[in-house]
């Protein structure tokens, strides 16, 4: 377990779960973890397990080593008035706010601050995200510390910045795209007869096979497909019949069209 220190400064629903995974996974104990928001009334509960809370984000930002920025987009600016004088080379500063790139980070330090943009998705929650980190400035060490902090919270892959965008897509975004599969697919099953609760059991058990099918066995989806499809069988017939109504394509589409959306609102 290291020694450092974290702040999460914006301890809302992202800040909390990463507050908790880092704990749960014995990566630093709560007594390392100290966690601001201007109401402290919703957090208090968090005192009792160690956590330091707070209001005092300068007093917080100067006594941590890694310092974890979690306020919404619009509130990045007034923070960031009130602690960037407290910020110095030796501390790092992570980034989860969406769309605020690392050069606009940078405006706010005069000296070369480390700073490492994360972007996860809401599986942080319960230990799941898929985590991408970019950063032009970060250490080997600096960086290995900040993916062993997301790689405790899920997987992560350290990527150009340049593609932050399409990883917040397929990532972040990515979990609303197979929630709506994850529905059509029990809609399916109780048009087919099961009750919902057991039509939705049996399409999320069976999504969860199939991605491990593909992260355990390091298999490829069409690898798998093809041992599904017997020859002339119900599994071709259905998969060739989605896929004249679009099914690949609809996705690929969809997906452009949010990445379009997004290089639009971040232009
Ligand atoms: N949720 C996701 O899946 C996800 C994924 C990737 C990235 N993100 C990004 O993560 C960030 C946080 O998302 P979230 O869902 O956790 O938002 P959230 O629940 O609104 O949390 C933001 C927190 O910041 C606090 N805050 C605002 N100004 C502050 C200040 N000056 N000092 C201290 N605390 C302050 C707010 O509490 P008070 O009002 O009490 O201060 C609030 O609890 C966003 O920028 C979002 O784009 C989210």
Redesign the pocket.
Known sequence: MSNKKISI?????????LAKGIVQKDLLPASNVIL?????E?IEWMRKDGYTIT?Q?VDAVSKSDVVIL????Q??N??ME?IKDSISRDQTVVS?????SLEELGKYFENDVTIIR?????A?AIGESMTCLASENGSAGKMAFVESVFNSLGETMVIDERLMQAA?VLG?SG?AFFMRYLRAATQGGIQMGFHPEEAQKIAVQTARGAASLVILDKSHPEVEIDKVTTPQGCTIEGLNEMEHQGFSSALIKGLMTSFHKIKLINQ
Do not use: F, K, W, Y
């Not at 400064?9 to 779960?17: P, R, T, V, Y």
């Not at 989860?96 to 605020?100: E, L, M, N, S």
């Open positions: 400064i914006g301890a809302g629903n992202l800040g909390i779960s601001t928001r201007r109401h402290l919703s209001d984000n979690c306020v919404q987009p509130q990045l007034m923070l009130e989860v706010i969406t769309g605020v994360a972007m996860p998705n809401t942080i917040t972040a979990i």
